[in-house]
């Protein structure tokens, strides 16, 4: 373990799952794999320890090398058509099974890809929220409804194995993979983030688990990725074993006990040593005292961080712990050097068995080293998209949505009355995605790259038409504009881990137009509700002066059209669902602070977690006005006298 700063013992937790209890299950496949290890080459043993990237390998490949793995990073896909059908991807996964059952080793692969909000690379599928709006929803069954549907979905594509959950507890909102965070409290996380890979996989104590329902899921990314200094995607972690352990550790010593069989290292160092290297965390602390016993697999070309010799590189890595390398293009190179590093020793062979002993021990548990093992054809070609999956999707946005400020009561608006919604993110699906949607960045998507979807906007311009009110858009308000209330909608552009990284919080110094409108309308005396869709905590101090109400939407996925259940009143004057999201993160109102507030007595400079509007409350109108609006000051504690009723039992 490298020089660290914290000398320190931690006991870490044993965390067995319903898979190891289940020992007649155990024996049966532990014998199958020695039997098959038995009979595998030097090479076809190498071969399984590759996962290659889809634009890199061919079917032949394939049937030529007998490949373990591999898998579509985020926005590839089948002929580099961003729109192929459920058929283009089914069909290629069957040429993939059918080289790897033709090859000499015969052993099935296992296809990964980011399923990481619904299957978010496939053309036509539901775009669920991403995890920090099921953060502020908090609901756990929500998180096992959303993983089983995600599971059947990717399976309908031929695919069998998810890089999700993300278990990060993030710590600076600078950080560009924030919102891939559920919270900023570890039991949160933990409870979500195993309640999704139970949906994933299923129960490993009932017959349902991996079976053709289910996928392979994964606890990523192993550990600490979520605290680096300034939020620096794949920086620097420093902190103790024991901060690691009880804030960073916790979703994976859940997930593994709900019976993950899939780590991915993480980029991160840990005090100065890549984790990707550290056979500290991954062999001595995972495989050892939490008594791991699935696979550890890098993450993108994560091995090649660690030397700039790729041999030595992927030596230190697979000596370190990790068991399958994700190599973005050259597969062909580190399949080379392996196997040299094999021959010449550097890696033993005990090594060596155990890797590929391990990722074969997944395979049996999914029945595919039995040797009438095919993709389940029978499958009836469902559509991915699909009414009760838009009503999944929009019950998880109605959980999410967070209300921040609701002076005179102004919220839930009378959909009968005359409406005008500004800004262009009404209207802006792949603004609502955020990232990892059918591109990696969820950038240069268009509307029509969505046909199953809803925006913002639909949701008020139906609620509103069908209550005989009436609603106009606009990208700029002027003297001329005339409404009983304007609905402001504004937010982050898409982006995906390090491009989202940002040096300070402030939102109007990235982008002032919406706050220009709404200084427009409030001196025309027009009453300004706000929809925010952000992937984290902002600095929104100006926003918040000039709005009468603010609701955090976070990045809402497909359906956003489900906001205006919440926002408005029913035709009946009545309310159809109440505002339930509360803050998963503290929320920063003091623009020099970048990262959260785990001592909850910073009153007047967060918004704690667990705080949120509803309905009932009754809040002074005070609350959350005349904001200082320079660097470095702070709030008058808002006045508030609701309940923080969070987090849920
Ligand atoms: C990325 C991400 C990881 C993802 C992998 C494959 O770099 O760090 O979360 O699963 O590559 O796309």
Redesign the pocket.
């Known amino acids: 373990m490298a020089d660290v700063a914290f000398k320190e013992t931690v006991a870490w937790p044993q965390c067995k799952s319903a898979l190891s209890t289940n020992t007649r299950r155990t024996e049966q496949i532990n014998e199958l794999v020695e039997a098959r290890l038995k009979n595998l080459s030097v090479e076809q043993k190498v071969a399984q320890l590759i996962q290659a990237e889809l634009a890199s390998i061919k079917p032949d490949d394939v049937r030529r090398f007998g490949l373990g793995s591999i ?4 926005g590839v896909s089948p002929n580099a058509n961003k729109r192929a059908s459920i058929e283009d991807w089914w069909n290629l996964a069957n040429e993939f099974q059918s080289a790897a059952r033709e090859s000499e080793a015969g052993i099935p692969i296992f296809w ?3 399923a ?1 909000h619904g299957h978010n690379n496939v053309f036509s599928a539901t775009i669920f929220p991403h995890n920090i709006a099921l953060g502020a929803a908090n609901d756990s069954d929500l998180m096992e409804r959303l993983g089983a549907v995600t599971a059947r979905d990717v399976q309908d594509t031929g695919i069998d194995w998810v ?2 959950p ?1 278990l990060a507890v993030p710590c600076d909102y600078r950080w560009g ?1 924030t919102y ?1 965070g559920y919270s900023q409290e570890p039991e949160i996380v933990a409870r979500l983030g195993s309640a999704m890979l139970r949906g994933l996989q299923g129960d490993p104590a009932s017959t349902e688990f991996f079976d053709e329902n289910h996928v392979l899921a ?1 606890s ?2 192993f550990v600490g990725e979520g605290s680096t200094r300034d939020g620096i995607d794949q920086g620097d972690t420093f902190c103790s074993e024991i901060d690691l352990l009880n804030i960073h550790a916790l979703g994976h010593i859940a997930a593994l006990k709900a019976g993950a069989q899939v780590v ?1 290292a993480a ?1 991160n160092s840990w005090n100065n040593e890549k984790v990707h290297g550290s056979s500290y965390l991954l062999q001595d602390v995972l495989k050892g005292q939490m008594g791991f016993d699935g696979f550890v697999v890098s ?2 070309d ?1 091995f090649a961080q660690l030397d700039d010799d790729l041999e030595t590189a992927c030596v230190r890595s697979i000596n370190a712990g990790v068991d399958m390398l ?1 190599v973005s293009s050259d597969w062909r190179g580190v399949y080379e050097r392996v196997l040299n590093a094999v021959t010449s020793g550097e890696i033993d062979a005990v090594r060596l068995n155990d890797a590929v002993g391990r990722i074969l021990r997944v395979k049996a548990l999914r029945g595919m080293l039995t040797s009438n093992w095919r993709l389940p054809s029978t499958r009836s070609k469902r559509t991915l998209g699909s009414k009760s999956k838009r009503e999944l999707a929009r019950e998880a946005i109605r959980k999410s949505l967070v209300l921040l400020k609701n002076s005179h009561g102004l919220l839930p608006l009378k959909p009968g009355k005359r409406i005008v919604v500004v800004g262009k993110s009404a209207h802006d699906i792949a603004q609502q995605c955020g990232g990892w949607t059918l591109t ?1 960045q969820g950038t240069n998507n268009v509307t029509d790259d969505f046909p199953d979807a809803a925006s913002i906007a639909s949701g008020i311009r139906t609620k509103v038409r069908d209550a005989g009110g009436t609603v106009s858009f606009t990208d700029e308000v002027d003297a001329d504009t005339e409404a009983d209330v304007a609905i402001v909608v504004f937010g982050e552009e898409p982006y995906a ?1 390090g491009e989202g990284d940002l040096n300070h919080l402030s939102f109007s110094r990235w982008d002032p137009t919406a706050l220009v409108q709404m200084k427009v309308l409030k001196d025309l005396g027009i009453p300004v509700v706000a929809l925010f869709l952000t992937g984290r905590p902002r600095w929104i101090n100006p926003e918040l002066n000039a709005s009468d109400a603010f609701v955090v939407c976070w990045l809402p996925g497909t359906q956003g059209g489900a906001v205006a259940d919440v926002i408005f009143k029913d035709g009946a004057d009545t309310v159809r669902c109440d505002f339930a999201g509360r803050l998963p993160f503290s929320w920063p109102l003091d623009s020099s602070l970048t990262s959260i507030d785990r001592d909850s007595n910073q009153r007047d400079s967060y918004l704690p977690v667990g705080y949120g509007l509803s309905y009932e409350d009754k809040v002074s109108f005070e609350q959350l006005t005349e904001l200082d609006e320079t660097t470095g000051t702070s709030l008058r504690g808002p006045s508030f006298s609701g309940s923080y009723n969070y987090p849920n039992p």
């Open positions: 898998l579509n990073g985020g990964g890809t980011d990481v890089f999700a993300t993979r891939e994964t990523k990314h991915m980029f993450d993108w994560g994700m990696w881990e």
